[in-house]
């Protein structure tokens, strides 16, 4: 049987909430293998990031053929990209391989406010690597952002958001909740055929570093495993609402601290 496998690409968080750790702590978590190739490394910590050295773009291609080239991947995560170079070389490889499944999560300011991504790489990452996403994952921000508008607050007008990033040649769009407001924590599935919103209880912690990138490699992991897209993002919903809830029994740090990734186990 063959074991399931995903890559994520995406930076390094030295404080470990964040980034490529965390998603390797996700995959594992969901039972499935984590591989990795990394776009930059990051000076991090629960409280900021303090500086940013990015891979070389042919490094990022090498990290990629390497693991194509003698894994198995079901699907791949893409999460901070840091330069325009890395996403030519990202979309380049992606396109050689063809993985079956893309789920990019556009990142480009942390939990923090730092920014991640450099400004001439939003419109790369909106043209380059979008049309080959199965799915994208943007917070209410991000979306916002990779449209050039105001921050959605209504129902109506994420779901609008939604329809215009499938245009931009993606398959389908998750917007996250998260950065919105209210008793529930609503993401919206915005599909060709449908939207599907999906509530949980917004939960009252300190604690989220590192929820985005782990969510998108959630969804990653359950399409990994053979899950349809409807069904990994349902479940990931639920395991990041539970990550989240129980990042209370951890002490790390002294800002956003970490979701707790393992919380099924201790």
């Not at 900021?48 to 080239?69: K, L, N, R």
């Not at 209504?154 to 931009?168: D, H, P, T, Y």
Request: hydrophobic share 45%; aromatic share 4%.
């Amino acid at each position: 049987m063959t074991t399931p496998a995903a890559l994520t690409i995406a930076g390094s968080d030295s404080s470990g909430g964040a980034g490529i750790q965390a998603d390797l702590k996700t995959f594992a978590a969901l039972g499935v293998y984590g591989a990795s190739a990394i776009t930059a490394l990051t000076a991090q910590n629960t409280r900021g990031v303090t500086g940013i050295h990015a891979v070389p773009a042919e490094f990022v291609t090498a990290q990629i053929d390497a693991v194509f080239s003698d894994l198995d991947i079901g699907a791949v995560k893409i999460g901070m990209v840091a330069q325009a170079a890395s996403i030519d070389a990202i979309a380049a490889a992606l396109s050689r391989w063809r993985p079956r499944h893309i789920v990019l999560d556009p990142v480009m300011v942390a939990t923090s406010g730092d920014r991640l991504l450099a400004s001439d790489g939003v419109d790369a990452l909106r043209t380059r690597l979008m049309p080959l996403a199965s799915v994208i994952t943007p917070n209410l921000p991000e979306a916002a952002a990779l449209l050039g508008e105001p921050v959605a607050t209504a129902e109506a007008e994420i779901e609008s958001q939604g329809r215009r990033l499938l245009a931009l040649g993606c398959n389908a769009v998750l917007i996250k909740g998260g950065h919105g407001e209210g008793a529930e924590s609503i993401d919206y599935l915005v599909t060709s055929e449908t939207t599907i919103a999906l509530a949980a209880p917004r939960i009252a912690t300190r604690n989220t570093h590192g929820t985005g990138c782990s969510l998108s490699s959630a969804v990653a992991a359950g399409l990994a495993r053979g899950e349809d897209l409807e069904l990994a993002v349902r479940n990931a919903k639920a395991w990041i609402s539970a990550a989240i809830a129980a990042a209370g029994r951890f002490s790390v740090g002294h800002g956003h601290g970490p979701i707790h990734h393992f919380h099924k186990f201790y």
